[in-house]
């Protein structure tokens, strides 16, 4: 059964750093390319970041650049999301994202973690 798991979430102060990881299983992890998206409350849920397949390629949302950094590792079927100086406007529920690089339509989801900034 394929299946993305989140985990890291929590509550941080203003300014402090979270490493969000997921764990993938039950597909070729390697051709996916992986992306952690995020939804506040009341919002629409939207990108942070990307990497593909391989790993070679990434893209972050304005809002993230120069504070959060995508990584993965073919070899334990992870992606992980490094988010440092964490603002208020950060809080959101996390999701990792998975989608085939050639055959778009098969795709998956986490169930989220819950980040929350606040003093």
């Known amino acids: 059964q394929e299946q993305l798991v989140e985990s890291g979430g929590g509550l941080v102060q203003p300014g402090g750093s979270l490493r969000l990881s997921c764990a993938a299983s039950?597909?070729?992890?390697?051709?996916?390319?992986m992306s952690w998206y995020r939804q506040a409350p009341g919002k629409e849920r939207e990108l942070v970041a990307s990497i593909n397949y391989a790993g070679n390629s990434t893209n972050y949302a304005d809002s993230v650049k120069g504070r959060f950094t995508i990584s993965r590792d073919n070899v334990k079927n992870t992606v992980a999301l490094q988010m440092n100086s964490l603002k208020s406007e950060d809080t959101a529920v996390y999701y990792c994202?998975?989608?085939?690089?050639?055959?778009?339509?098969?795709?998956?989801w986490g169930r989220g973690t819950q980040v929350t900034v606040s003093s």
């Open positions: 994202h998975g989608r085939h690089f050639v055959h778009l339509r098969i795709e998956y």
């Open positions: 039950g597909f070729v992890f390697s051709v996916y390319d």
